[in-house]
Every structure is written in structure tokens, then in C-alpha cells.
């Protein structure tokens, strides 16, 4: 499990990087203009932390399923190698996909050059086009549903967890709840926030003259990130008490100092 969950933070990190470090730029210069090579770079490292994310989870989905469905015979079913393994195919997965619908969109020759975001997106980016993008929007298309399919896997790994919990002992099924809460709530939040995004991009929202439209569509960016590292710091006890460990350790140090 902290194998799966050190993966996922730092899959935000580059997310959460890959828009601040624009963001912070266009502050810094007070110019809101960005390279079309720049643009897709952002792209690419948005979209890699969005699908690796979904990915991640639903490894990690799989492998609370088997923790509380087949407790017995964890060990064997989810080994290093085999989490090593998951977690391979996870980020292969996302990189290859995301670098073939980058390259789809910097084929394309673009008739305009400004965009309703504050940052880029693939969908920003076929808007401009002057050519025709069929083939561009079966792509997106495609990796719609593909990410649909994981979350379908995480909904029915979650009810036969809970219906294990319902049929257990009041401790294990204090236990399996208290390592499957922070799960759950990074799940539902990325995946409103994620869904919210797509839909605003397709709708052709204007995010500029709406503040909360615009929160929103960046929530995905921006509270993972900052969130998911105190939902399962302070929920799962072998993380809060190594922190308080830490912490403890380091006024020790400086009193002795």
C-alpha cells in the first residue's frame, strides 16, 4: 500500500508542478503568452499526472480488494514484484498514450492563438486548428472511455469490500474502513473535479468571466496535491505516528543544540 501510495503523491507532484511553475511564470513577467512547444509540454506532464492518477488508483483499489477480501493470501497474490509490476504498466501506459495525443496535436496547424484557460489542454489546442480534427476527437474520445473503464473496476472493488465489512467483526471492519477512507475521498474528488473539467472544455465555458467555474476547473491541478497528504497522514496510523516521531525527534535536537 505505501508502495501504491508514494507513487500517487508524487504523480500529483508532477501535476501540481506542471501548472504552478506556468503559473508562476506568467506572475513573475506579468505576460500571459506561452510557446506552442511550451504549451505542449504542459500538456503532456497534465495529462500523464491525470492518467497515471486514475491508474494508481485503481491499482491501489485492487489491492485494498485484496487485503480485506483475501487477507490470508496477500502476500502471494500482491508481491513486490507484481506491485512493481502494476505500477510499471500504470506509467507506461500513461506516458505512451499521452505522447500519442500529443503529437496528434502538434500536427496540427493552428489559426488563432489565444486560448480560454489558464492553462493548456489538448481540447484548447484542436479549437485552434485550421485543419479537420476527426481524428483527434476519436483519440480524446477513446481515452474518455478508457479512463472510464478503471473506475468502474474501483466502484466494484469498493462494494465487495464493503459488503466483507458489513459481514465482519466490528474491529476488522474498523480496520478495513480506516485504510480505505482516504481512498475513497481522493477518488471522489478527482474524479468530480476531472469530470467537471471535461465537461466545462466540451461545453466551451468561458472560465475568465466566472470565478468559481474557474476554481473549479483547476481544483483537480491544485487540491490533491495538498490535500491527499494530510487525509492519509492523519487517517492512516502507521504514516501519523511516524510524523509525530519526526517531529518530536527534531525540537529534541534543537533543545540539545
Not at 487525509?231 to 525527534?249: D, S
Request: with cysteine.
Amino acid at each position: 500500500m505505501y508502495i501504491f501510495l508514494c507513487n500517487l503523491l508524487f504523480c500529483e507532484l508532477i501535476g501540481a508542478s506542471s501548472f504552478y511553475i506556468k503559473f508562476m511564470f506568467d506572475l513573475h513577467t506579468n505576460n500571459q503568452v506561452v510557446s506552442l512547444s511550451a504549451c505542449l509540454t504542459q500538456i503532456f506532464f497534465i495529462y500523464v499526472y491525470v492518467s497515471a492518477e486514475i491508474s494508481i488508483l485503481t491499482v491501489m483499489a485492487h489491492d485494498r480488494y485484496v487485503a480485506i477480501n483475501f487477507p490470508l493470501h496477500y502476500v502471494t497474490i500482491i508481491s513486490t514484484r507484481k506491485a512493481q509490476m502494476f505500477i510499471s504498466v500504470a506509467w507506461v501506459y500513461s506516458i505512451s498514450v499521452i505522447i500519442m495525443g500529443v503529437i496528434l496535436a502538434a500536427r496540427l496547424p493552428l489559426c488563432g492563438n489565444q486560448i480560454d484557460s489558464v492553462y493548456c489542454s489538448n481540447w484548447e489546442i484542436v479549437k485552434l486548428s485550421c485543419i479537420d480534427t476527426s481524428t483527434n476527437n476519436i483519440f480524446g474520445f477513446l481515452i474518455i472511455c478508457s479512463l472510464c473503464l478503471p473506475l468502474i473496476f474501483i466502484i466494484y472493488s469498493y462494494i465487495k469490500i464493503l459488503i466483507v465489512c458489513w459481514n465482519s467483526s466490528k474491529s476488522r471492519r474498523y480496520k478495513a474502513f480506516q485504510t480505505c477512507v482516504p481512498h475513497l475521498v481522493t477518488i471522489f474528488f478527482f474524479t468530480c473535479s476531472v469530470l467537471f473539467e471535461v465537461i466545462q472544455s466540451k461545453l466551451n465555458l468561458k472560465r475568465a468571466l466566472n470565478t468559481l467555474t474557474l476554481f473549479a476547473s483547476l481544483e483537480f491541478l491544485t487540491l490533491p496535491p495538498l490535500l491527499n497528504p494530510l487525509v492519509y497522514g492523519i487517517i492512516l496510523p502507521e504514516i501519523r505516528k511516524r510524523f509525530i516521531y519526526i517531529i518530536f525527534c527534531k525540537r529534541k535536537q534543537v533543545r540539545v543544540i
